[in-house]
């Protein structure tokens, strides 16, 4: 008995845990009090728990293991742990109510240790489907900072109902109904929690399309207003030019004459009021238009003080579509020009470095910024005032890097927040295997 109640608990902490880490992406706190706290508390509670008359569930001392254990916003990991709880008591009870029904002794499954290890048989499989899984964690991370409090509203309630509701199932049996009965009864249940279960997917899938198009949509102006804002741009470079080269020669007629009659000091003021014209004609040009106008963009917006660096060129046939390079770059340029700005450096600056061709595609971007925590840099925000229409740049970047099976690695050090992106031409690595 002693060893199935280890087991019971044991096994229900590392299948939270894997489920919170391989599947879900919740990043292992490195804080040594935290980590030291979690494992007291799981080996306390537990010789509390065997001692108590009445077995007190563990569900909350799970829940407060985790979110010592892991980073996140805590109120990710208690809803993510209540719903932990539920569906496998919903599992175990759905096993349990199949069983009923294909038995004429309903009472038999209810017995020590069966439930038991029905727990332990379950908790083994969801520490096995989670690694499976491991690969999809990025997915997870980007659907659980998707999620509004709506939505957690309505997987809680749907995840609640179905428990309660496979847990009342075997109340409606009686002892003149026969298996059929209780299979149509099972059956019944079972019809309800999967179109429960079913509403819940559309809904999500509705509501990430709708998020989606919005995401693209806000994207689409965007790369509209930055090309008219970079044509506006060089048509006033131009006609400052071409104002300047018209009254160059009468400038240059002018300073001659000063010479001539030996008026320094007119002199110098005339060429001191020349430098005061300040003539932009310099712009930034990687390789892509674009992607140009996006930078330029950027500098135009930079306070005077801050410095920008850039260095390497698109090739010509980048495998990135100019959609994706737009997200990629404004969303990265955008939050790198946001922290800056809040940022209290004395010498701030951005630098951005590009490798682009046709099989491989590295950007990084490098800020001045504000000291960082770790679990902070998985769950960036937005300091925009606006933050219904703003906020969903790193998830627009995700969406882009998982899209192309790349990698990015978000970083802070020495006072400087950078991104890492890195994504390989596949199908191109593809044709020169098969060749």
């Excluded at 409606?172 to 249940?189: K, Q, S």
């Excluded at 079913?198 to 198009?213: A, D, E, G, P, T």
């Excluded at 229409?389 to 882009?400: K, P």
Aim: net charge neutral; charged share 20%.
């Amino acid at each position: 008995m002693k060893f199935i109640h280890i087991s019971v608990y044991t096994l229900e902490l590392v299948a939270m845990s894997a489920v919170f880490f391989f599947l879900l992406g919740f990043p292992l706190s490195k804080n040594p009090v935290r980590q030291f706290s979690a494992i007291s508390l799981s080996i306390i509670w537990y010789f509390i728990w065997k001692t108590l008359f009445y077995l007190f569930p563990n569900t909350l001392i799970a829940i407060i293991v985790m979110t010592l254990l892991f980073d996140d916003k805590i109120q990710y990991k208690i809803y993510w742990g209540i719903i932990f709880i539920f569906a496998e008591g919903f599992i175990n009870k759905l096993i349990c109510t199949i069983l009923f029904s294909l038995t004429d002794k309903l009472d038999k499954w209810c017995l020590f240790p069966i439930p038991h290890i029905l727990d332990c048989t379950i908790f083994v499989i969801m520490i096995l489907i989670s690694f499976i899984l491991k690969n999809y964690k990025e997915n997870c991370i980007n659907f659980i900072h998707d999620i509004n409090f709506m939505g957690y509203a309505i997987i809680m309630s749907i995840t609640v109902i179905d428990f309660f509701l496979m847990l009342s199932a075997p109340n409606f049996y009686y002892d003149n109904v026969n298996r059929a009965g209780r299979l149509f009864i099972v059956n019944t249940v079972l019809l309800l929690i999967i179109i429960t279960i079913v509403m819940l997917i559309l809904y999500f899938s509705l509501r990430h399309s709708f998020q989606k198009l919005r995401r693209m949509d806000a994207i689409n102006q965007k790369s509209l207003e930055l090309e008219k804002e970079q044509y506006l741009s060089l048509q006033q470079k131009n006609n400052d030019l071409r104002k300047f080269r018209h009254d160059f020669h009468n400038h240059i007629l002018s300073l001659q004459e000063l010479v001539q009659k030996e008026q320094y000091t007119e002199l110098a003021d005339y060429i001191h009021s020349l430098s005061l014209e300040q003539i932009q004609t310099y712009t930034v040009s990687v390789g892509n238009i674009i992607i140009d106008a996006i930078i330029n963009h950027t500098i135009s917006k930079l306070n005077p003080s801050v410095q920008f660096h850039y260095s390497g060129q698109f090739s010509k046939n980048c495998f990135l579509t100019d959609m994706d390079l737009c997200i990629l770059f404004s969303n990265l340029l955008d939050n790198a020009a946001e922290a800056v700005n809040l940022c209290n450096a004395p010498d701030k600056e951005i630098n951005l470095d590009i490798t682009a061709d046709k099989s491989i595609f590295i950007l990084s971007v490098e800020n001045s910024s504000r000291p960082y925590l770790s679990e902070e840099l998985h769950n960036l925000q937005t300091h925009k005032a606006d933050k219904k229409n703003h906020g969903f740049g790193l998830a627009n970047i995700r969406d882009v890097v998982n899209k192309y099976h790349g990698a990015m690695d978000l970083k802070y050090e020495d006072g400087f927040f950078s991104v890492y992106i890195s994504i390989q031409n596949l199908k191109n690595n593809k044709k020169e295997i098969s060749l």
